[in-house]
């Protein structure tokens, strides 16, 4: 199962250098991020705060709707779906 | 057509009779309600260098000016305030056609898909909503400052929640 994940670059940081989009495995949005955590140590910490949940200053988009409006972190993905990530101020 | 006003924060890709009264809160030729607006409309948002987005608004025009993207707008420069580090665009459209328009999008090299609605957008700009709080904060502005430009909002955006069969009026940005 892979799941496409494109982040602006702004939000890449040291880990994923150059590279618009990564792939990940997951049944949710939660394991992908568990997933590119471990590919790219604290990217986990990036997307979530202390208490486990998505930052403030993220959103997260599956299939270009925002995983607030769905499920969060439990939102299930399938094969070939497509996440996005931008910081939470681009969408003003 | 694009209007590049350097006075200007924005940039904006709009239909040439935008000057002759044309609205761009429309979907299938119909002008919408306050109350569509709300429910319907919203923006696909896109985040790159500026030279990227200035190429990608040349090649979405012609699709502003056939009307099959209602209109277009992206930073001049990177938004500092908001400590962001490249220049957004927001290409709006009707939620009911945005997946036609997304695909025009992707065709021209677009990867993010990213649906922000516009109902979201006016809420973080309402009295309380991170955006506007975090503008005043950023802008350091007095408290008497910050109490006029809540009130502005306030009444501009309430006045969209609160008259949902009036046509959607925009404003100047």
């Known amino acids: 199962m892979s799941i496409i994940v494109t982040i ?9 250098k150059a590279q618009e989009q990564v792939s990940c ?3 949710t949005i939660g394991e992908c991020l568990d997933h590119l955590d471990q590919r790219f140590p604290g990217f986990k910490e ?14 997260i988009f599956l299939r270009g709707q925002n995983i607030r409006n769905l499920d969060k972190l439990s939102t299930d993905v399938k094969d070939n779906d497509e996440i996005s990530i931008i910081p939470f101020m681009a969408g003003g | 057509m694009i209007i590049d006003d350097i006075n200007s924060h924005f940039i904006f890709v709009y239909h040439p009779d935008i000057y002759n009264g044309k609205a761009y809160t ?7 309600t306050n109350g569509e607006v709300l429910e319907y409309w919203g923006k696909w948002i896109i985040l790159g260098e ?11 025009d012609p699709y502003v000016e ?15 305030n908001l400590e962001l580090e490249e220049c957004i665009m927001m290409i709006y459209c009707d939620k009911r056609a945005s997946e036609e328009v997304w695909q025009i999008l992707n ?18 700009w309402r009295p309380g909503g991170m955006l506007l709080e975090r503008w005043i904060v950023s802008n350091g502005l007095s408290e008497a400052e910050a109490r006029s430009v809540r009130e502005d909002a306030q009444s501009k955006l309430g006045y969209v ?13």
């Not at chain 2, 993010?112 to 957008?121: H, I, M, Q």
Request: with cysteine; net charge positive.
């Open chain 1, 8 to 16: 602006p670059a702004s939000l890449r940081k040291k880990w994923l």
């Open chain 1, 25 to 27: 495995e997951g049944k």
């Open chain 1, 46 to 59: 990036t997307m979530l705060d202390e208490t486990g949940n998505i930052r403030e200053t993220i959103s």
């Open chain 2, 26 to 32: 429309t979907y299938q030729g119909r002008r919408l």
């Open chain 2, 50 to 60: 500026k030279s990227w987005l200035d190429e990608l608004a040349r090649n979405l």
């Open chain 2, 66 to 80: 056939k009307e099959q993207i209602p209109c277009i707008k992206y930073d001049r420069k990177p938004p500092e």
């Open chain 2, 107 to 124: 065709r021209h090299g677009v990867k993010l898909k990213a649906w922000v609605s516009e109902r979201e957008t006016m809420e973080m």
């Open chain 2, 161 to 173: 929640f609160d008259h949902p069969d009036e046509l959607f009026q925009p404003w100047a940005q």
